[in-house]
Each structure stands twice: as C-alpha cells, then as structure tokens.
C-alpha cells in the first residue's frame, strides 16, 4: 500500500522568499513520486516527477524537488516565490511501471505569496 | 492538442434530478480516470478506464454513480439521483500507456446539488 503525507495544508511566504512544500510517502515498493500544481479553477497540471534517474528533479516554472530514501521524502522547493506561485500543490507515489491508475494522492498543500 | 475537454465546467441541480458529466481525453491516450474532489476527502480515484473498458469502479461511491466510455473520444459519468452530498468538483484525466504516469487532467466540473 502507498500513501502520501504532506505537512502543512497551508503555507504562506513573502514574496521573493524560498518556498518549501513537504512532503513524505509511504511505498512498499519503489515508487515514482509526482509534484502537481492546481491554480484556482483549474485542474492538476504536473510540475516534475521523479522516476528513478537523478534525485533531484527540476520542474516548470522553477521549482524543483529532491528524492531522499533514506528519509521517505519528496520535498518541493523554490528559491524566490513569485505571486503567480500561489496555487494548491499535491504530492503523489506510485508504484513504477504501474500507470497512472496507481496514482495516490495527499491532501494538498495551498500556497499563499504575501506582497 | 486542446487537452483535456470537459462539460459544463458548471453544473447546479436540484436534489433527485439526474447530472451527467462529459469527457473528451486526450487523443492516443488509452486511460481515462474519473476524479472527485471535495474539501474533506482531497482528490478520490472513481474509476478509469482502459481501451474503453471500465477496470477499476472500487471508487464509486454509490450505485447511483455510474460512468461509460462508448468510444475512445468519450466518456459520460452519470449521477442519479443527485443528492447534496455529491457537491464537487469532478475531473476527468487521460494517459497513454501502461507504465506512464503522468496523467493529464481536464478543468474540471464543479457541482452543485440543492
């Protein structure tokens, strides 16, 4: 069984500050770990995915995530926040080679950029 | 490609009528997912398909939820009767392959049930 831990369901940072969006998994086996972005109105739109090549990940718009076993995380970094950052961010894990159908999400995290 | 379509992007209904939810996905893609998101339960996986057939309905909640996938350009999820607690969003997602994860999603229906 996979699942998904993101601490934090709302953050808020200035902007220009680094921005980090946590998050854990739980995988019995391997897994593939995806970072998705939803602006209000809008569905998910992927922003990187690690699937078993370089632990850190770079992503659209910036961001970037690095893999770390040993601590079960995933971990959604930015250097410099931008105001069109603020959306809700979802973490999710799948099993590799298993296809989107796998996908298991955690609750989101929302994002605020204070002037 | 336009992505993901769905419709309406709104829909409110009163209690007890029938909602039906359309999908177009992504051509080429051979998954389609069916979603619902609320603010108690996050994003639930309700069913999806594969080359048009259903594979996995353990998400549906209830049988008053059923979805169909004629053709490989559509899909239909229909709730009769509606009750208030269905208020949501629903989204549709498409992928293209057994072993690519990444999923496409469409915009989304919000609902509305009075």
């Known amino acids: 069984a996979q699942s998904v831990t993101q601490l934090g369901s709302h953050v808020s940072v200035s902007e220009g500050a680094l921005v980090l969006l946590r998050c854990n998994y739980s995988?019995?086996?391997?897994?593939?770990l995806f970072w998705y972005v939803q602006y209000p109105n809008q569905g998910l739109q992927l922003l990187l995915k690690y699937t078993s090549a370089a632990t850190l990940v770079k992503g659209i718009n910036g961001f970037e995530a690095e893999f770390k076993k040993s601590e079960t995380s995933f971990h959604l970094t930015k250097p410099s926040a931008h105001m069109s950052d603020a959306a809700e961010y979802f973490c999710?894990?799948?099993?590799?080679?298993?296809?989107?159908?796998?996908?298991?999400f955690g609750q989101g995290t929302r994002l605020t950029i204070n002037p | 490609d336009a992505g993901v379509i769905q419709s309406p992007r709104h829909e409110v209904t009163e209690m007890g009528q029938e909602v039906t939810l359309r999908c177009k996905p992504i051509s080429g893609h051979d998954y389609l997912f069916w979603y619902r998101q609320t603010m108690m339960r996050g994003l639930e996986l309700l069913i999806y398909f594969n080359n048009n057939v259903p594979i996995d309905d353990s998400g549906m909640p209830e049988d008053r939820f059923s979805a169909k996938m004629p053709n490989a350009s559509f899909s239909t999820l229909k709730i009769q009767p509606s009750e208030p607690r269905d208020s949501a969003v629903y989204f549709c997602?498409?992928?293209?392959?057994?072993?690519?994860?990444?999923?496409?999603f469409g915009q989304g229906t919000r609902l509305t049930v009075v």
């Open positions: 997602a498409s992928s293209r392959g057994q072993v690519n994860t990444e999923a496409f």
């Open positions: 995988s019995s086996v391997p897994p593939y």
């Open positions: 999710a894990v799948s099993p590799r080679f298993q296809g989107a159908q796998k996908l298991v």
